[in-house]
């Protein structure tokens, strides 16, 4: 069965210093689909990143990285000298095949806060 | 992302009233997935329509919900009767195909029923 576990309910970090939010998935299929997304205090849904199973080459945005690693199950994301703006809940989600790569299924998320 | 829209962005309905939320989707988009997310909790799959047809509708309550994408017009998620339960966030995404999922959210309808 799919699922995702995100086991950080809160974290708390200083602006400036770095922070890493644990993502780790269970799926039985091949072809896969993961994704992160923010939430900030606004309530939208802000898309960051979608990974395919067979693309496991880590990511850098800017200040954000991705660390997808297959033998973990884990799609860890961090953000490096962390800004006030980066306050927001964070979830990774996972959907599996192409046909259904609609049906995501989320983790419970993790709540961010940067403090100045 | 702006390009799918929703309206309104707040609701708030009485108990045993009806709630219609709005998703317009993408330009050239004629997939529509539809998506609810209570208070302090993930997202959840609702379900997917094509126009004028309801295709995987596996995530919806079995009761008081209903939704449509009519061949004009933006798809419409009809909640009757609504409890307090129903107090959520609901929002669309769309595609142009099925297997491509754009990964991109409208902004929300975040309803209350009091």
């Known amino acids: 069965a799919q699922k995702v576990t995100q086991a950080q309910t809160e974290i708390s970090v200083v602006e400036k210093e770095d922070v890493t939010l644990d993502c780790v998935y269970e799926?039985?299929?091949?072809?896969?689909?993961l994704f992160w997304y923010k939430q900030p205090p606004s309530g939208e849904l802000v898309f960051l990143i979608r990974r395919n199973s067979f693309d496991e080459q880590n990511e850098i945005s800017g200040r954000y990285s991705w660390n997808f690693q297959k033998s973990t199950s884990s799609f860890n994301f961090t953000i490096t000298a962390s800004q006030v703006v980066d306050s927001a809940v964070y979830f990774c989600a996972l959907s599996e095949g192409a046909y259904s790569s609609y049906k995501l299924i989320f983790g419970s998320g993790t709540r961010l806060l940067v403090r100045p | 992302n702006a390009g799918v829209m929703q309206n309104p962005r707040h609701l708030v309905r009485r108990r045993g009233q009806e709630a219609r939320l709005r998703c317009s989707p993408m330009k050239g988009h004629s997939h529509v997935y539809w998506y609810r997310q209570l208070p302090e909790e993930g997202l959840k799959f609702m379900v997917y329509l094509q126009k004028e047809n309801i295709i995987d509708e596996s995530g919806m309550p079995k009761e008081r919900f209903s939704a449509e994408f009519p061949k004009e017009g933006p798809s419409i998620l009809r909640i009757q009767q609504v409890v307090r339960g129903d107090s959520a966030a609901y929002f669309c995404?769309?595609?142009?195909?099925?297997?491509?999922?754009?990964?991109?959210f409208g902004q929300g309808t975040r309803l209350t029923v009091v």
């Open positions: 995404a769309s595609s142009a195909r099925v297997d491509r999922f754009e990964a991109f």
């Open positions: 799926t039985r299929d091949t072809t896969y689909y």
